[in-house]
């Protein structure tokens, strides 16, 4: 018997695809580690821990931070968080729990998927004519709820993943043993399916917090503090959105260090995630 | 037919049943004639527009173990899960004509709490089932649903049903650590432990030992003895050994039709029917 290596084509073909393959992995790896590289090399060097509870400088001026942007994105993914996480989360249990293949379901996720698509500003261009026109006013609550738009489809359909994933047996073994279908799902599917929930809104949450466009038409800026939910707010976003086009050193690099701690946020919020999901899966 | 098996496993089980049986024959005469638990009357089942049971009729008898044998797609499962209206749960699904009684009661009367039906009506699964939960939690699940909170009444449950699923010696020192750690036979086994801690009347098992190596097949069979003291037992199954160790009456079923029921040893040894006889001499299926 001859075992011995022999150059088929079929091995080269192999041989070249491998090759390929590991070419366009790094291909696309390239813009994602030259924006954190910017980032991180612009961003963390001019960083001061001050930076983190001043206001923002006028124009001109040395010195200062972007502290109430940092407090403004909190609250507005807050509240984003607070209007889109059980509005979703509920939906997609509608979805999966109560209405599987039914008409309104297909219509309800066909919506969803439309939702996600969404481009950001016209959240911000609805929440503007709703609650900002109606009222003559920009303001956290707006701000919020506009996030809450865009946070919502994504929710929807991530939770909606995640429960379809819990294996029907379970469900089974739930119902058998004398259980509803409220006590299944919040027994048996919702804990069952709870780390990938959390990963889906960890999602929405980042997204939510690099939003600039739906913010600019409804939380506005302003240099001061958050006062009242129903008064505008500064946000990281925006604040990089508006400092990175002036022509004052200071602002220009301010930008850079908020975009640094937009990055850290974001990562925190997924490592959290991570841990809190393993603690809950052992 | 059984001798003709070579599995050892099968032999061994054999052996035990038939040393035993000569002492406990005359018992078992008189536990044939036990009262009617479940009344199947003349149902046809239906999935959206097909016909999957046609005018099945016969009584299931209390505190014996009855099995139903046929082959794939004869509606043996269908009519399992018919006794605790589990597939109430699929979409179109009806009975379309007869009626089922437990105890007197029309299990598919409107006034029927589905939810105190599955009480009492327990069932394990084909493929093992636990919840990603501890070992405890699993066995305490069904008492928490009904609101039982006492630390004593659960405990004391926990080691019950464990014991009656011949588990407890396994498991005792690690009750609560994840049951998805336990093997294969040992989830089965715990499956049939949380289905006993609601005390049930009636325990359904579809296809209980298929995904069970030969080992751990004998435990759950000798579990369904021990078990036939005090739960009334229906069990699907494949494996035409296993009907023939382990329950009194067997029912074998043909194209969603009964073609004929009778004790387990008669249906095995002098069958009436020839679609009987062929079945189980394997001739086909």
């Known amino acids: 018997m001859d075992l011995s290596r022999k150059l088929h084509w079929r091995v080269v073909f192999s041989r070249i695809m491998d090759g390929v393959v590991a070419l366009v992995t790094l291909a696309a790896l390239v813009p994602l580690v030259s924006v954190i590289y910017m980032v991180v090399s612009r961003g963390a060097g001019n960083l001061r821990l001050s930076m983190l ?209 937009l990055i850290i946020i974001v990562l925190v919020t997924n490592i959290v995630s991570h841990i809190v999901t393993n603690r809950r899966s052992k | 037919m059984d001798e003709s098996t070579p599995a050892t496993q099968t032999q061994h089980v054999v052996a035990i049943s038939s040393a035993s049986s000569s002492s406990q024959a005359a018992d078992k005469n008189a536990r044939l004639n036990s009262p009617t638990l479940i009344d199947i009357d003349n149902v046809d089942f239906y999935y959206g527009a097909s016909k999957a049971l046609h005018g099945i009729n016969f009584q299931i008898k209390e505190k014996l173990v009855t099995s139903f044998i046929g082959p794939s797609g004869c509606g043996k499962s269908t009519l399992l899960r018919c006794l605790n209206r589990m597939n109430d749960l699929i979409d179109g699904t009806r009975i379309g004509a007869g009626s089922i009684k437990i105890s007197d009661v029309d299990i598919y009367h409107p006034s029927v709490d589905v939810i105190e039906l599955r009480k009492r009506v327990g069932m394990v699964f084909q493929k093992s089932n636990p919840f990603p939960k501890s070992i405890y939690e699993n066995v305490v699940y069904g008492l928490r649903l009904q609101g039982v909170r006492d630390k004593s009444v659960l405990d004391e449950t926990v080691e019950r049903s464990l014991r009656g699923a011949a588990l407890w010696d396994e498991v005792r020192d690690r009750l609560h650590s994840s049951a998805l750690g336990l093997s294969g036979g040992q989830q089965q086994r715990l499956c049939i432990a949380r289905a006993i801690a609601v005390e049930p009347e009636i325990i359904l098992m579809d296809e209980p030992c298929s995904a069970l190596d030969p080992i751990a097949t004998v435990k759950v069979e000798e579990l369904i003895h021990q078990l036939k003291q005090d739960y009334t037992i229906v069990i699907v199954t494949h494996n035409m050994q296993q009907a023939g160790r382990c329950s009194d009456i067997t029912a074998f079923f043909y194209m969603g039709r009964l073609i004929e029921i009778g004790p387990t040893g008669k249906i095995f040894t002098n069958p009436s029917q020839k679609q009987t006889e062929d079945y189980i001499s394997g001739r086909f299926g």
């Open chain 1, 53 to 261: 509870w001043q206001l923002p400088p006028a124009a001109g001026e040395t010195g200062g931070g972007f502290g109430n942007a940092l407090v403004g994105t909190l609250v507005l993914v807050g509240i984003g968080t607070l209007v889109s996480l059980p509005t979703g989360v509920l939906t997609a249990i509608f979805l999966t729990e109560y209405s599987l293949g039914s008409k309104s379901a297909r219509i309800i996720r066909f919506c969803a998927k439309i939702l996600s698509g969404l481009p950001s500003i016209l959240a911000g261009v609805f929440i503007f004519g709703v609650l900002v026109a109606t009222t003559r006013q920009f303001s956290v609550i707006a701000g919020g709820l506009a996030l809450g738009i865009l946070m919502l489809p994504i929710i929807i359909l991530s939770t909606e993943e995640a429960l379809l994933r819990v294996p029907r047996f379970l469900r089974e073994a739930s119902l058998a043993l004398g259980a509803n279908r409220t006590q299944t799902v919040l027994h048996i599917t919702l804990p069952a399916a709870s780390s990938t929930i959390i990963t889906g809104v960890m999602l929405a949450v980042a997204r939510a917090a690099g939003e600039t466009a739906p913010i600019i038409f409804t939380a506005l800026f302003t240099s001061y503090w958050i006062s009242s939910l129903h008064e505008p707010t500064a946000s990281m976003a925006v604040l990089i959105y508006n400092f990175s086009s002036v022509p004052y050193d200071n602002m220009v690099n301010m930008a850079w260090s908020a975009s640094f701690i």
